[in-house]
Structures are given as structure tokens and as C-alpha cells.
């Protein structure tokens, strides 16, 4: 029998985002129906498979516009100022979740001095400066490879599964909030109100919509004809990371390599419970599909990047289990925050790789924007916002590199200086197969850097 319940605002989605948007509405005294899987491992959810690390810096590239790192930044930092009295908040409704404070970033390779470089710049333009290391000062390290590091005292750890498992408390503890533990199946207008129908049978009318389900927006907006949101796609970054028993745990602080071939390097974080996550890969998903299993070369990758950059004494710990995630993001790789051209529907979500340090920021966010309609049509998360996307030859132009490292992985590695040449021919190879329909379709559909090994796999296929 189909039930109808009302609220205030309604929040589709789950996740940290969905939970902190949640927390945030309901305490400023506004009835909120969060929509979502309430219990058990969620498929596909980023937030259940994250390290994860407040990188505020670290998630900079050398590569990365003056203008893409300052916007970037600036909102990390926001999202950072403040944190441990969100977990505090979160704590008086759930359960207690510390952080450990630093980061470590090594430098593997050549090009990594440049990638330090550019991070160290980073956290001293904004006042928290890092410190460059030898590699025998970092705790935990265990590797030939690496020859520096730097210690970011702005950044932190935290145990990804203690924090959604204790906002998932607060959640269910406060009286404002109704979670209903099911899927949203669509959204309608229902005369000036908005209507989102469940895959339980239940109805929530509320007076504003709140669109937190990351990559699974696409498949529900699909399924809800007529809703013009006018808002830039929101794409899927498949991310395989492991859960290993390793006793004692060798790290304190996180330690992680910078971001290269199109992931976000290597990392290992220390679970509260004794566990130690490793993570993690990344990879554009056209059509994610939430249940599908890590495959061999993911786990490969995972673990010789693990041993080989990070801990060689990783060889001796043993699986507990791998976590597959899928990261949503954007083609300007900024969130979406804010109001659509719907009015009354808001959208929180592609937060991709820092999803845990900014969910509190983009719940106060969409908290001033509900309380104050248009509050953010300026801001950079803004869904509202113009996006100048990069033809396919800019991008292949631009990380020549990058794909030279994509087929070195794992364990493959070129002499030095010859990964820009290798790159270069491979772009050239590629620029060969521009006319093919199925290339113009796959660069249409996501153009963005991370499509670019999806290139090389279809050029592949076609050469067989």
C-alpha cells in the first residue's frame, strides 16, 4: 500500500554528502526526508569505500590552471576550517570519530619533485606551509623508490567508515529527520510543491529537493521526464581500494604518492578498528554499473603500487577485502552545489575524490542557499555556472604524460625523459583514430582527461 509522507526538504541520496546535508537543514530547524540505503554496504557508494584524507593540497597537480587551484583550494581550506567541531556536533548525536593529524606525500619518480613542488606551494599560499623530509623521517615508509617527502601539517586522516557510520547515527538520532531506507525512483512537480516516489511505494512531497545520489543522478533523472535541471553532467570515476589486516599497522599519519595516470596515487590510511586501507585506482566509467567486482588489474595495481611506493612489508598482510566506489565528478572536475534552473531543486554531489573533507562545507552550502533561493548562482560549484570543456586534441596535447604512465602500470617503468616522447607518439596514435564514430561518441560524452585511457583501450581494440 503506497504510503504519502511531507517534509520540508527532501535529500535523495545517502552518502556523507546526503547525511552532513541532512544534519545541517535539520538543525537550523528545518523537516527533512532523506531518501537512501540506511544499513549494509551500499554498491557503489564513494563515501563506503573512501580512504580517506582531508587533502586540502595534496589533490594538486603540477598540471592544474593558476585559476582551477585557487578555487579549489580556497574551498578545501573553507571546508577544513572548523572540521573537528562538525565531528564534535556529529559526536553528540553518534559516535566519537578523531583525526589524525598530517599527511605525507613521497616522490617516487622524476616528475614527482614538480608535483611536490606544486603542492608545497599550495599550503604555503595558504599559510599552512609543509616540510620537505628525507625518506627515513616518515613512519610507516618502507620503499627504494622513494627519495622525498612532504609532510603537510594542514592535512588529516580519518577513518571514512567510523565517520559515515556515526553521522548515520546523528541522522537516525534527530527528530527532524525521517530516512526512509529505500531508493528514490523519481521526481515530479506536484502543483508548487515537488513529488520524489520511492522503489518502496512510498511518496514525499516536500518544497524543495535536494539531489545528493552522486552517480546515480544521471540514471534517476533518466527516469524523471520533464525535470530540466539544465546542469552540467555529472560523470563516474571508478575507484578500487582494499581493506588489509597488517598487525601491527605501519603507518600513523596517511602516506600517499601525488596524483599520476589519471588516479590519485597510491595511499595508505589506518582504520580505528587495526585495519589499513590502501587505495586507490581510477578510472571514467561511461555506464557504472554499482555491483561489478574488482577485476585483476585493479587488485595488481593496487598492490604493486602499494609495495613497491609505499610498504614493501605489505606482502605479509593479508586481504580482509576490496571495496569498489564510483566517484562522481564534473568535466571542470568542480562539485555541483547549489540551485538548478529548477527552482526548486538543488543539487549536492561531484565532490569526486574529496568528498569526506567537504561534505560539512557543501551542507552549509545548500543550507544558506534553501534559507536564502539564489544565494549561490556566483558561486564556483554553482550548477548554474558556464563550463568550457577541452577539445579532444587539447586534452591529448596536455597529458602526453599521463598516458604514457596509464600502459607502464603496474609494475612497467620507462628510462628517464622518455615518458613525454612515448606520450607523444601515442598521441599522435590516437590522433589518427579522431574520425572513428566510436571515438567522436566517447569524447563527446565525457570530455575530460580521465576519458583519454578509455581512448587507448578502444584504439586497441580496433588495431586487433
Request: glycine share 10%; with cysteine; aromatic share 2%.
Amino acid at each position: 500500500m503506497e504510503t504519502t509522507r511531507t517534509a520540508d526538504v527532501v535529500i535523495v541520496g545517502a552518502g556523507i554528502i546526503g547525511l552532513a546535508c541532512a544534519l545541517e537543514l535539520a538543525q537550523s530547524g528545518t523537516s527533512v526526508a532523506l531518501i537512501g540505503p540506511c544499513a549494509g554496504r551500499h554498491p557503489g557508494q564513494a563515501s563506503r569505500a573512501a580512504g580517506a584524507m582531508l587533502t586540502v593540497f595534496s589533490e594538486v597537480e603540477a598540471a592544474h590552471p593558476p585559476e582551477r587551484v585557487a578555487i579549489e583550494v580556497a574551498e578545501r581550506v573553507a571546508a577544513r576550517v572548523g572540521y573537528e567541531a562538525w565531528l564534535d556536533q556529529l559526536a553528540e548525536g553518534g559516535q566519537p570519530v578523531t583525526l589524525t593529524p598530517g599527511v605525507w606525500v613521497t616522490a617516487n619518480t622524476p616528475t614527482d619533485r614538480a608535483e611536490l613542488a606544486a603542492i608545497a606551494a599550495a599550503a604555503a599560499g595558504a599559510g599552512v606551509p609543509g616540510e620537505l623530509h628525507s625518506p627515513g623521517n616518515v613512519p610507516g615508509l618502507v620503499s627504494e623508490t622513494v627519495f622525498e617527502a612532504l609532510w603537510l601539517p594542514g592535512e588529516a586522516g580519518v577513518d571514512a567508515e567510523a565517520l559515515t557510520g556515526s553521522a548515520t547515527a546523528a541522522v537516525l538520532a534527530h527528530p527532524r529527520i525521517c530516512w526512509l531506507d529505500t531508493d528514490a525512483v523519481t521526481v515530479t512537480e506536484a502543483g508548487s510543491a515537488m513529488r520524489v516516489a520511492t522503489a518502496a511505494g512510498t511518496t514525499v512531497t516536500a518544497e524543495q529537493v535536494v539531489l545528493a545520489a552522486g552517480v546515480q543522478i544521471p540514471a534517476l533523472l533518466r527516469h524523471s521526464p520533464g525535470l530540466e535541471l539544465a546542469a552540467p553532467p555529472v560523470l563516474a570515476g571508478r575507484g578500487v581500494s582494499m581493506v588489509l589486516d597488517a598487525t601491527p599497522a605501519p603507518v600513523a599519519s596517511p602516506i600517499r604518492t601525488p596524483n599520476r595516470g589519471f588516479a590519485c596515487g597510491a595511499h595508505l590510511v589506518a582504520r580505528t578498528d587495526g585495519g589499513l586501507y590502501l587505495g586507490a585506482t581510477n578510472r571514467l566509467s561511461t555506464h557504472p554499473v554499482l555491483d561489478r567486482c574488482p577485476s585483476v588489474d585493479e587488485i595488481a595495481t593496487l598492490l604493486h603500487d602499494g609495495t613497491h611506493e609505499l610498504n614493501a612489508d605489505l606482502r605479509h598482510a593479508q586481504i580482509r577485502e576490496a571495496r569498489v566506489g564510483y566517484r562522481p565528478y564534473t568535466t571542470d572536475h568542480l562539485p555541483l552545489v547549489g540551485r538548478t534552473a529548477h527552482p526548486k531543486v538543488l543539487l549536492a554531489t561531484a565532490t569526486y575524490r574529496c568528498g569526506m573533507l567537504l561534505a560539512p562545507h557543501v551542507a552549509r552550502l545548500i543550507q544558506h542557499e534553501v534559507d536564502h533561493p539564489g544565494a549561490l548562482l556566483d558561486h564556483p560549484y554553482s550548477p548554474r555556472r558556464s563550463i568550457q570543456t577541452p577539445g579532444l586534441t587539447e586534452l591529448l596535447t596536455a597529458h602526453r604524460t599521463a598516458l604514457a604512465d596509464v600502459i607502464c602500470q603496474p609494475g612497467g617503468s620507462l628510462p628517464a625523459g622518455t615518458a613525454a616522447a612515448l606520450g607523444g607518439h601515442l598521441c599522435a596514435a590516437l590522433a589518427h583514430q579522431l574520425a572513428d564514430p566510436a571515438v567522436q561518441r566517447l569524447a563527446a560524452s565525457a570530455p575530460v582527461e580521465e576519458v583519454l585511457p578509455l581512448l587507448l583501450d578502444v584504439a586497441g581494440r580496433r588495431s586487433q
